[in-house]
């Protein structure tokens, strides 16, 4: 049974925390401009996609998938840092749902990262990239499917940690790959096939290309059909929010 008032507690808690942490804020946003200018300004001198975009337009959805992916990492994360300070067992010994507590946990991930990828967004014109209003709809509506996906796993993940340390672990073998192999950097069908492989397993990859079928008009630069991507994200999520909610109730 779902829980609309549990779920609303847990997004508003992570919400105020979110508005009240400045640093948060301003380090998530700083971390994906500093890539578009740095990297995308620096190798769009040595590298061009060939595809009807230059390379800082190339890689502009997969900044925005970068925002989504670590900000609803970091937001799920914050699992670990609530089972150290004792905070999730008071949660986890409350009478309510334990898929309550997940989904109000995933959609508070969600609500972040899409507030902080919406920022990003808004760059688009200094890019040269001309979107409607219909296109940056379509954009929000990716994102907060690719981010509730996201924040699902993260979850997935923080049920196997018990101490923040860990958080290294994650960061160096799961996000960092996650984010290399989705083909936010160079399209995902010029990867050796072992990479290409690997890359069709990650649900980023496909988040990615549905962003930049919605924000770049060359047909040239996607790597699967919008219908794929979006098949695939909510596949992924169902199974990520289902697995989240099992790994919980075993926590009784």
Not at 80 to 95: Q, T, V
Not at 117 to 133: Q, S, T, V, W, Y
Not at 231 to 244: K, M, N, P
Request: glycine residues 8%.
């Amino acid at each position: 049974m779902i829980e609309v008032s549990v779920i609303y507690v847990l997004v508003a808690r992570e919400f105020k925390k979110f508005v009240r942490e400045k640093s948060r804020l301003i380090s998530t946003i700083a971390r994906p401009v500093i890539w578009l200018v740095l990297v995308g300004g620096g190798m769009s001198r040595f590298v061009s996609p060939g595809m009807g975009v230059d390379y800082m337009q190339f890689i502009f959805p997969g900044i925005i998938g970068m925002t989504i992916l670590f900000s609803s990492i970091f937001s799920s994360i914050s699992i670990i840092w609530d089972k150290e300070f004792g905070l999730m067992k008071e949660i986890l010994a409350a009478p309510v749902s334990r898929f309550s507590i997940v989904i109000g946990k995933a959609l508070s991930g969600t609500l972040v990262s899409v507030i902080q990828a919406a920022i990003i967004l808004m760059l688009f014109p200094f890019l040269g990239i001309k979107l409607g209003i219909t296109a940056i709809l379509s954009t929000l509506c990716i994102a907060v499917l690719l981010a509730f996906c996201i924040s699902s796993l993260g979850i997935v993940i923080a049920s196997f940690y018990e101490s923040f340390e860990s958080f290294s672990v994650i960061m160096n073998f799961i996000v960092m790959p996650m984010f290399f192999l989705s083909g936010a950097m160079y399209p995902v069908n010029k990867l050796p096939d072992i990479l290409k492989t690997v890359s069709r397993l990650n649900p980023l990859t496909y988040g990615i290309d549905a962003l930049k079928h919605s924000v770049l008009e060359s047909g040239e630069v996607v790597d699967f059909s919008m219908a794929t991507d979006i098949g695939v994200l909510v596949v992924a999520a169902v199974v990520f929010i289902i697995s989240a909610g099992l790994l919980f109730e075993r926590k009784k």
